[in-house]
Nanobody, 116 residues
Framework: QVQLVESGGGLVQAGGSLRLSCAASGRTFSSRAMGWFRQAPGKEREFVASINWSGGNTYYADSVKGRFTISGDNAKNTVFLQMNSLKPEDTAVYYC?????????WGQGTQVTVSS
């Protein structure tokens, strides 16, 4: 099993920045990738960004490209999401996830609220 704990959420004004962190523990060697998803009220959970540990490749949802940056420290089993130029539509609970071909491991989520 892999345990994931997110931190760094909060309330920020539109145009501001936040940095989310996710620390993984347990059988972390079983996960080749980590990612971030989000779920806004009344909406389905959606992909935000991911990073592949083997090649360092990163992937982003179109809605966050150019504003969000995912990075990580494989040795410390930690992944970050730097969020800049935040918009009210970025308001959601942000979840960290880990896995190989899918995302079987999830954190509890951290709330991000962007005020207009």
């Amino acid at each position: 099993q892999v345990q994931l704990v997110e931190s760094g959420g909060g309330l920020v004004q539109a145009g501001g920045s936040l940095r989310l962190s996710c620390a993984a523990s347990g059988r972390t060697f079983s996960s080749r990738a980590m990612g971030w998803f989000r779920q806004a009220p009344g909406k389905e959970r959606e992909f935000v960004a991911s990073i592949n540990w083997s090649g360092g490749n990163t992937y982003y949802a179109d809605s966050v490209k150019g504003r969000f940056t995912i990075s990580g420290d494989n040795a410390k089993n930690t992944v970050f999401l730097q969020m800049n130029s935040l918009k009210p539509e970025d308001t959601a609970v942000y979840y960290c996830a880990a896995g190989n071909t899918g995302w079987p491991y999830w954190g509890q989520g951290t709330q991000v609220t962007v005020s207009s």
